[in-house]
Structures are given as C-alpha cells and as structure tokens.
C-alpha cells in the first residue's frame, strides 16, 4: 500500500524548533522529488521545501531559507524538516508529497500540524 504518513507536529513557543518525518511505504523516496508544503487557516497550500535524494538536490521557500531544513534516510525512506526559530506565522498544517520522477505517479500525505504559539 502507498503511503506518506507525516508526524512531529506539536503546539511549539516562538523561537523554539521541530522535526518533521515523513515516512514512505509503497515506494522508494530515492525513484520520486519529495516535497514539503503547508497550508495556514485559511490560506492556500504553499511550497516550503524541496528535495531530492537521488542528486543530493535541495530547494526552499526563499522566505524560509536559513531557519528550515530538509533532509532525507534513504535507509528508513524518510524526509524530514527541521524547524528552527519558528515563529507564530509557521502555524500551518505542514504536508508531505511524492512527485514521481519517472511517471505521472503524485502522493500527498495526511498532513501534520504545528501551531506555534505562547
């Protein structure tokens, strides 16, 4: 079965961080570009970070470079994104998608959220 389960959402004080997993099944991250987005009440569903393990490529929000992180085992086929210095305007719910590299094959997760907030 394919999967993309994100977790490590949790309400966080400003300044503080978090780690977010995104753990595939049904597939190999390494065959697809993953991406993380979030989505804020409210708003639109907004590209956050980018990576691709096969290439060692990494992009990211340009409003987000520095503070956010994405990386990836390939080992345990997980993507994660380290949050640091977040800030109450991070509140969203974050996502995590699969791009096929070499089909039309597109996987979006459940979501997990993170409210930032004192």
């Known amino acids: 079965q394919v999967q993309l389960v994100e977790s490590g959402g949790a309400l966080v004080q400003p300044g503080g961080s978090l780690r977010l997993s995104c753990v595939a099944s049904?597939?190999?991250?390494?065959?697809?570009?993953i991406h993380w987005y979030r989505q804020a009440p409210g708003g639109e569903r907004d590209f956050v970070a980018t990576?691709?393990?096969?290439?060692?490529?990494?992009k990211y929000a340009d409003s987000l470079r520095g503070r956010f992180t994405i990386s990836a085992d390939d080992a345990k086929n997980t993507v994660y994104l380290q949050m640091n210095s977040l800030k109450s305007e991070d509140t969203a719910v974050y996502y995590c998608?699969?791009?096929?590299?070499?089909?039309?094959?597109?996987?979006w997760g459940q979501g997990t959220q993170v409210t930032v907030s004192s």
């Open positions: 049904g597939f190999t991250i390494s065959d697809y570009i």
């Open positions: 990576i691709r393990t096969n290439g060692l490529i990494t």
């Open positions: 998608k699969a791009d096929s590299i070499f089909t039309t094959r597109v996987y």
